[in-house]
C-alpha cells in the first residue's frame, strides 16, 4: 500500500509542490497509485535544493587543476607490454573479469526511436550495436576460454525493449546465464521556478540520473554481489555507443593491476583544443575529467615542449574500476550536474505544453566524478582509430556514418 491521499497533499504542501496534484481527479486508480508512489519515494528536499544549485553560478575558480600522467600504450617497451598483458589475461582466464554497458542514455542526438543499442549502423551485415560489442566478449571468452559476465544498465524508458530485443535475437549466441539486465536511477524534473513536472500521464516527469547513477544502482539490484558471488574484481564500465570500444582489455586491467590503485581510464589524444570532449586531469590532487564547458581558453591551448596539448587526454568513458572501489563510491553520494533541456509537460489545466527552447532542469551525475574519491587512477592512452567510433548525432561528425567508417577500417572490410 503506497501513502494515503492526506500524506500525499502533506508532504507536497511542505515542499511547495502542490501543482503535481492539479489533475489528480481526471486519473485512474492505477495511475493514481503510481503517483502515490513515486510521492512516497521521492526525496523532494533533494529536488529542492538541486534547484538552488541550477540557479547558482558554478565556479572552478578555487579549484587546482594540473595535468595528470597516463602511460601510452603504443610506446611500452616489451617488457612493460608483457608485464601488463600477463598480468591481465591471468585475471581474465580466472574469471575476475567483467563488462558493463551503460545503455540507460536517452539518445536524443541520435533520434532512434528504440534503445541505442538496437540501432543498426549500417554495416552490409546490419548487426545492431549490441551485436557489434558482443561480438568482442565472444572472441574474449574464446581466446581466454572464461565466460566474461555481461551487465547492461538500462533505464526506466528502455528496460523491457532492451530485454526483448535480447530474447528476440537470442543473446546473440551467448550464454545467457552471463548477461544481466539492471535499471539505473531517476530523478524528477522541475521548470524553472523550481516545480517539479507532470508528465503526460498525469504523474511526476522523472528523467534517468545519469550515467553517474551506475554506482548506486548496481548497489541497489545487487550487481556487485552477483560479481562478488562469480569471483568477479574488475569491471569495465564503458558506453553503448562507441562501435570500437574495447571492453576485454588486459593491457588496461595489467596495468591497473600493476600500479596498485582501484581505477583505470582510457584516452586518446584530443583531436584539438575546441573539441567539445572532457579531459583527464589532476583537480586539486586527486584525479578527475575537467569538462570542455568549464576549462578556460588559455588552458585548453596550453601545449608542452613537444607541441602536445597539457590537457590533452579525452576521456572516452571507458572505465576500469575494482568491484570494492564500486561500492565504497555506492555509499557516497557523486555531486549532480544540471542540464537546460527542452521537456513536455501537462499544464494546471491538463494540457499538454510541447516547448521549442529549454524550459526544464534536468539532474545529472557523471562517472568521471567517482574519480575524485579515489586517490589514483590509471590512464592508459590509446590510439583515436582502434578504439574509438561513437555514435552520437543522426549526422554529421559522431554519427552513424562516421562510426561505420572507422569501424570497416579498423577491421579492414574495405
Ligand atoms: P551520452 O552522455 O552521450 O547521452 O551518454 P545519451 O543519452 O546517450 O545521448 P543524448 O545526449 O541524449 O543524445 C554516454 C553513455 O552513457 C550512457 C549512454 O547510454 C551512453 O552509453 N548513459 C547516459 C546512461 O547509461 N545513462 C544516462 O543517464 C546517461
Redesign the pocket.
Known sequence: MSISYEEMKRKLEKYNQMQIMSNYEKLDDKTKTELAEQIERIDFEQINDLYKTAKEEVSFENDVIEPISYIEKDKLNNEELEKYLKLGESAIKEGKYSVVT?????????GHSGP?GTFDIGLDSHKSIFEILVDTIKEASEKYNVLIPWYI?T?KENNEQTKEFFEKNNYFNYNKDYIKFFE?GKLPMCDEQGKILVNEKGIIKEA????G?IFQSMKRNSITEDMKQRGVEWAFIG???NVLVKMVDPILLGAVIDKKVLAGGKSVVKANPSEKVGVFCKRNGKPGVVEYTEISKEMSEQVNEEGELVFGESHI?CNLFNVQAIEEVANKNLPYHVAHKKASYLDENGNLVVPDKPNAYKF?SFIFDAFDMLNDMTILRVKREEEFAPV?NAEGTDSPETARELYKKFYNMQ
Open positions: 551503460m545503455a540507460g542514455g536517452q539518445g536524443t542526438r541520435l541505442k544498465m533505464s539505473q534517468s540520473d545519469g550515467h547513477g558506453p553503448v555507443d568513458n545529472e552520437k
